[in-house]
């Protein structure tokens, strides 16, 4: 029996000069698979992974920094991030002039 019932895509496209935050939902467990991170143009912001701590500020973390190439990136933890039913992941991308964002989260949801 597997410890999963599927993936699950969080997506969000920001407009010219904008933040881009995505977050996944609280109230669900997930492991974390991939974030990807693409720019319209070019840029060399660092888009962030973080995870927020259900149980407070003091205990968030920053997963990655992502550094892009060709105006993209990728983060794939080197084994899945377990995040518990009141933890969220949160991806920001900074706001780049005359340049959109794309984050993309993939999670894991777990069976339960």
Known sequence: MSDYTGCTRIVATSAVNTLNTVT?????????????????????????????????????????????????????PTTPVPVNADDQISVAAPGVASVTSSVTIYVDRLAG
């Open 24 to 76: 996944t939902t609280v109230g669900k467990a997930y492991r974390l698979r991939m974030v990807t991170v693409t720019y319209s143009g070019t840029s060399t912001a660092t888009p962030t992974v973080t995870l927020v701590s259900g149980a407070g500020a003091g205990y968030n973390v920053i997963l990655n920094s992502i550094t892009l190439a060709a105006n993209q990136g990728v983060y794939i």
